[in-house]
């Protein structure tokens, strides 16, 4: 059964440009959140999509913005970037809402290097 | 809000040592459940254990164990026999159940290193 697909593993982008992630999750599940980590505020939540809508987000810009695909598979955009939004972004599956309530798969990651 | 302390930045033993990492939580909720992820190198989050709040029966899984205590808001997680292989970074994260706004709530996790 394959896990959780993050694409590019890594990236590297100027300030003000804009960046698409992707991930696919497991076969069968429905959920999808992103994650950002960086060293200073750790992990925090950016979103969360089912059945192509947004559930919930987390305290994030709005530069931040996601979307997810009749066939669960999720993507993330950041739009004008800033050094700050240099960090790794993690996607979680989940069979269904409440995502807490079945557990997440995470994936690898996507490393993102703003210069 | 829910809140997850991780106090131990990092933590060296010595291979074979056992090795506790705390986790302490702050919540109003009655039900959520608790989580223990490793870190390694290469950044995926390797899912370790989700605890129910309403269990409190600790958990032993061949080498690790986990202690957690609703009285203290604390969810323990033990390394019996530490090995290098071990070594990662561990977050303990806290998730309200039947789906809250926050996702999950990580601390900043505990860096442990195992020396041979």
């Known amino acids: 059964k394959a896990g959780v697909t993050q694409t590019p593993r890594y990236l590297i982008k100027t300030r003000g440009q804009q960046v698409t992630l992707s991930c696919s999750p497991i076969?069968?599940?429905?959920?999808v959140s992103w994650y950002q980590q960086t060293p200073g505020q750790g992990l925090q939540f950016l979103f969360e999509?089912?059945?192509?809508?947004?559930?919930n987000k987390g305290n994030f810009p709005g530069r931040f913005s996601g979307r997810q695909f009749s066939n669960s598979r999720s993507e993330m955009n950041v739009s004008t970037l800033e050094l700050g939004d240099s960090a790794l972004y993690l996607c979680?599956?989940?069979?269904?809402?409440?995502?807490?309530?079945?557990?997440?798969?995470f994936g690898s990651g996507t490393r993102l290097t703003v210069v | 809000a829910q809140k997850v302390t991780q106090a131990q930045t990092e933590i060296s033993v010595v291979e074979k040592e056992d090795v506790t990492l705390d986790c302490v939580y702050e919540?109003?909720?009655?039900?959520?459940?608790l989580f223990w992820y490793k870190q390694p190198p290469s950044g995926e989050l390797v899912f370790l254990i989700r605890?129910?709040?309403?269990?409190?029966q600790n958990e032993i899984s061949g080498r690790y164990s986990w202690n957690f205590q609703k009285s203290t808001s604390s969810f323990n997680f033990t390394i019996t026999a530490s090995q290098v292989v071990d070594s990662a970074v561990y977050f303990c994260?806290?998730?309200?159940?039947?789906?809250?706004?926050?996702?999950?709530?990580f601390g900043k996790g505990t860096h442990l290193i195992i020396q041979p």
């Open positions: 994260a806290f998730g309200a159940s039947g789906g809250g706004a926050d996702g999950l709530t």
């Open positions: 076969s069968g599940h429905r959920s």
């Open positions: 919540t109003r909720d009655t039900t959520y459940y």
């Open positions: 999509y089912f059945s192509e809508t947004q559930r």
């Open positions: 605890r129910n709040s309403f269990d409190e």
């Open positions: 979680a599956s989940s069979f269904s809402p409440p995502s807490v309530d079945y557990g997440y798969t």
